[in-house]
Nanobody, 123 residues
Framework: QVQLVESGGGLVQAGGSLRLSCAAS???????MHWFRQAGGKEREFVAA????????VYGASVNGRFTISRDNAKNTVYLQMNSLKPEDTAVYYC?????????????????WGKGTLVTVSS
């Protein structure tokens, strides 16, 4: 069983930066790791994904060029560096792991989910 714990969320002004972390309790080095987000009253949205080696990354259209996903398999941790934040980035951000290393996978294909961390971007 793998447990995922997100951290790093908070309140930031528009144009600012945050770095989210997702720490896994088990070894997830072979998993495809993903970030999703969900704003109030909206559907869960794909943000970014990274394959087991870190060689392949994919981003959602709304964050491409501003966010960077990375992973440290030795630390069982995935990161999401978020720059040039906008008020529309406000959401709960979830880390998720797929047993399928190939990315991206849909939300329905995730095997494990974290509980989420809230990011609020003020205008």
């Amino acid at each position: 069983q793998v447990q995922l714990v997100e951290s790093g969320g908070g309140l930031v002004q528009a144009g600012g930066s945050l770095r989210l972390s997702c720490a896994a309790s088990g070894r997830t080095f072979s998993y495809g790791m993903h970030w999703f987000r969900q704003a109030g009253g909206k559907e869960r949205e794909f943000v970014a994904a990274i394959n087991w080696s870190g060689a392949s990354t994919v981003y959602g259209a709304s964050v491409n060029g501003r966010f960077t996903i990375s992973r440290d398999n030795a630390k069982n941790t995935v990161y999401l560096q978020m720059n040039s934040l906008k008020p529309e980035d406000t959401a709960v951000y979830y880390c998720a792991a797929s047993l399928t290393s190939r990315v991206p996978q849909p939300a329905t294909g995730m095997n494990y989910w974290g509980k989420g961390t809230l990011v609020t971007v003020s205008s």
